[in-house]
């Protein structure tokens, strides 16, 4: 017989009994509330200007504005312009996912491995660093190492090659750089997550697997994968919801005009129309498309999840 659902005291979501919790955890919404308050300024108050989109913008008399409807969305997909940016923004952002999604847990999985803890903890410190180094250093670090002349890793290519390689001016090996300089920076931060998922595992299933004599890749087969199979399935949506997401910060620090043609995507196309040429109107148009699409997507992905594995954030 299934069980009865519990019933909630009377009163357990009034006012009183509300305040009468938060004053007895005071402390704990305190911590909360620099993080509230950052949402709040940078994620829900730029939402009004959303409406921007729907307008002819003034900037310099914004009570002079003009509403215009769908006027910016029309002119956004039929502009020769967008179409290149939206099909670089998806490649790259899916070549991203592709390839940068499985490595994280790669290599957590082989960290899980490791028995020398010295070495592994020297490890996760190694690979966990450049997470926290902005892209703007980064992007220092890279036209340093592919420098036409100086870099060490354009020296090694052009000797491979038997001519001169300048990666941040050729449209064949820009993108590949992208990806490559992507997941080196963020590996190390998607594998904290896996690793700690692996650490919530009872060690007794290994045993008894090791007594059955299953060596250490049935092991992995059959316990470490299906038990951070939620882990990784909520981890996949979240990041379907960025495969419109490419990269600005990146991009932006490395490409130039020589390059627009596979690097130009929505971001900096955004940017350009928005700040550069001060048409705010047609570049809110374009980013609120490209959270319209995200949005979907994540919904989307969630509810496949649902009904397949019964493993989704909602």
Request: proline fraction near 5%; include cysteine; glycine fraction near 6%.
């Amino acid at each position: 017989m299934a069980a009865s659902k519990e019933k909630k005291p009377k009163g357990f979501n009034s006012p009183a009994v509300i305040w009468k919790d938060m004053k007895r955890d005071r402390w704990l919404y305190f911590l909360l509330l620099p993080g509230i308050v950052f949402f709040v300024i940078f994620k829900y108050m730029p939402i009004f200007g959303l409406r921007i989109a729907f307008m002819d913008y003034n900037q310099y008399a914004p009570e002079t504005s003009t509403w215009v409807g769908m006027k910016h969305f029309v002119r956004l997909f039929t502009t020769n312009s967008f179409v290149p940016v939206l099909i670089n923004t998806i490649k790259i952002a899916g070549l991203k996912l592709l390839i940068g999604f499985p490595f994280p847990v790669i290599l957590a999985l082989m960290l899980n491995e490791v028995t020398n803890m010295k070495f592994k903890k020297a490890a996760q410190t190694f690979l966990y660093l450049p997470h926290f180094v902005s892209w703007v250093i980064m992007a220092g670090i890279v036209m340093n190492l592919l420098d036409p002349t100086t870099g060490a890793i354009t020296q090694v290519l052009s000797k491979l090659t038997g001519s001169s390689v300048n990666v941040l001016t050729d449209t064949k090996l820009f993108v590949p750089m992208l990806i490559i300089s992507d997941v080196y920076k963020e590996v190390g931060w998607g594998t904290i997550i896996y690793f700690a998922a692996i650490s919530g595992i009872d060690p007794q299933l290994y045993e008894a697997a090791a007594i059955d004599g299953a060596g250490k890749w049935k092991q992995c087969l059959n316990i470490t994968l299906p038990s951070i199979k939620p882990t990784i399935i909520i981890m996949l949506i979240m990041n379907t919801g960025n495969i419109l997401n490419a990269g600005f910060d990146q991009i932006f620090m490395l490409y130039t005009p020589t390059v627009y043609k596979v690097a130009d995507i929505i971001d900096t196309y955004v940017f350009r129309m928005g700040i550069v040429k001060a048409d705010y109107s047609f570049s809110t148009a374009a980013g609120m498309f490209k959270s319209i699409v995200a949005f979907i997507l994540v919904c989307t992905v969630n509810e496949i999840a649902k009904r397949t594995d019964n493993d989704s954030i909602w």
